[in-house]
């Protein structure tokens, strides 16, 4: 193993704040892209997910000893959203980030299919997650991955369609390699 190459593993307690740069660098892109209201609400939630007690996991990416890149995990729609009528009770993945710099080298991948692998090991059968078409290179590498669309587990945010995957864990190419 190189110094170079990149380790996924659980967050502890000393990764917060280095979790919050990179959700911060990570998803400052759509900061012009929202109405500013909306980008403060969009960015106290993504802050306050940190701490959420509700999240099962955070998973971290690190190279070089640096925190590049996190995902997290909750076991079910109540506790990813607050939102019991979606009836989702799987694993969901949400705020997935990779800091601008480490884009290209694979750690959404490698968070993504982490997650998958621990999702599978807690006994799930599928994992899911929600996105926008504001996202739409997360998109494209979602599907890229096998997730497939879940219509039936959209949700609205104001106007925005906010578009359900899921990965049916058990015959994930993913997990193959």
Same mark, same amino acid.
């Given at each position: 193993m *190189?110094?170079?190459s990149?380790?996924? #593993?659980? %967050?502890v307690?000393s990764?917060?704040?280095?979790? #919050?740069?990179v959700?911060?660098? $990570?998803?400052q892109q759509?900061e012009? *892209?929202?109405?500013?209201? #909306?980008w403060a ?5 993504? +802050?306050?997910?940190?701490?959420s $007690?509700e ?5 971290? !990416?690190?190279?070089?000893d640096? &925190?590049?890149g ?8 109540v506790? !990813?959203?607050?939102l019991?009528? +979606? ?6 993945? #949400?705020?997935l %980030?990779v800091?601008?710099? %480490? ?10 299919? !982490?997650? @998958?692998?621990l999702s599978?090991?807690?006994?799930a059968?599928?994992?899911h ?6 996202? @739409?290179?997360a998109?494209k590498?979602y599907?890229h991955l096998g997730?497939?669309?879940a219509f039936?587990?959209?949700?609205m945010?104001?106007?925005?369609? &906010? ?9 994930a $190419?993913?997990?193959q390699?």
């Open positions: *190189t110094d170079s990149i380790i996924i #593993r659980e %967050a307690q990764d917060q704040a280095a979790i #919050r740069e959700l911060l660098d $990570a998803y759509y012009f *892209t929202l109405s500013e209201d #909306r609400a969009y960015k106290e939630s993504i +802050l306050l997910a940190v701490d $007690a999240t099962r996991a955070r998973l971290v !990416a690190v190279r070089n640096e &925190v590049i996190s995902i997290f995990i909750f076991d079910s729609s506790l !990813a959203y607050g019991p009528e +979606l009836g989702i009770e799987n694993p969901i993945i #949400r705020l %980030a800091s601008q710099k %480490a884009r290209g080298l694979g750690v959404a991948t490698e968070l993504i299919r !982490a997650s @998958a692998k599978l090991e807690w006994g059968e599928l994992l997650l929600h996105t926008s078409d504001m996202m @739409a290179s998109v590498l599907e997730f497939e669309r039936d587990k959209d949700l945010n104001g106007d925005v369609v &906010v578009k359900s995957y899921r990965l049916h864990l058990k015959e $190419a993913l997990l390699v």
